[in-house]
């Protein structure tokens, strides 16, 4: 099945400080998304990328899709603590009726103040 | 606009006991699926349903898991009987319909099987 690896799987960084997180992937994705998951929480949808060279920001949030189709990074700029969670990438193959995600492993944000 | 219920929120039981979860989708949303979250790593899909119709059960373990959508609106998944590895957080997620990609989840059960 498709795998991706997500790295790093933890971080910690001070208040102020911009992150970077990516997903590599052997197979090629139609869509990549990046979720954020709180403890005691399902994930919930920070960003998603439909087309290879895509860069797409939300606040203070950008995120590109690879030109390869095959990775994307996430990146968080001046983070604040309520940035602390887990950071899941998603990419998603169409397949006729099937939509469906494969997620990476996540990766831990600790933001100390 | 409300977002995807499930209950329980929390369940412990024993191994080789039966466990049933319950997930109802934003309204409207035809699509739904289940998910297994085992701890630390990230959500792998279980069973995708499409109004009352399995789409895609590949990855469900049918010796021991089921899940059904009787109406098209609500769902529930079962164990019967569990394992100590089923100890999990079970998310339900949905989408309006084919069309869309961005899934919105529902905030899990956690299972302890002991």
């Known amino acids: 099945g498709q795998q991706l690896n997500q790295s790093p799987q933890s971080m910690f960084i001070q208040e102020g400080e911009d992150v970077s997180m990516n997903c590599t992937s052997s197979?090629?994705?139609?869509?990549w998304l990046w979720y954020k998951q709180d403890p005691g929480e399902g994930p919930v949808l920070l960003i998603a990328l439909y087309k290879a060279g895509e860069l797409t920001s939300n606040g203070r949030l950008t995120a590109q899709f690879g030109i390869t189709r095959k990775d994307s990074f996430l990146n968080i700029s001046a983070s604040i603590p309520s940035d602390v969670g887990i950071y899941f990438c998603?990419?998603?193959?169409?397949?006729?009726?099937?939509?469906?995600?494969?997620f990476g492993s996540g990766t831990q944000l600790t933001v100390l103040p | 606009e409300a977002g995807v219920a499930q209950s329980p929120r929390y369940k412990i039981i024993e191994k080789r006991q039966s466990v049933a979860f319950w997930c109802n989708p934003i309204?409207?949303?035809?699509?739904l699926y289940w998910y297994q979250q085992i701890l630390g790593q990230g959500p792998k899909l279980l069973i995708q349903f499409q109004n009352n119709g399995v789409v895609d059960d590949s990855q469900l373990p049918k010796d021991r898991f089921s899940a059904e959508r009787l109406k098209g609106v609500d769902s529930t998944l079962k164990i019967q009987p569990a394992k100590l590895e089923d100890s999990a957080v079970y998310l339900c997620?949905?989408?309006?319909?084919?069309?869309?990609?961005?899934?919105?989840f529902g905030p899990g059960t956690r299972l302890t099987v002991l």
């Open positions: 997620a949905s989408i309006p319909g084919l069309a869309y990609n961005e899934q919105f």
């Open positions: 998603a990419g998603q193959v169409s397949s006729g009726s099937a939509r469906q995600l494969t």
């Open positions: 309204s409207g949303h035809a699509t």
């Open positions: 197979s090629i994705f139609n869509t």
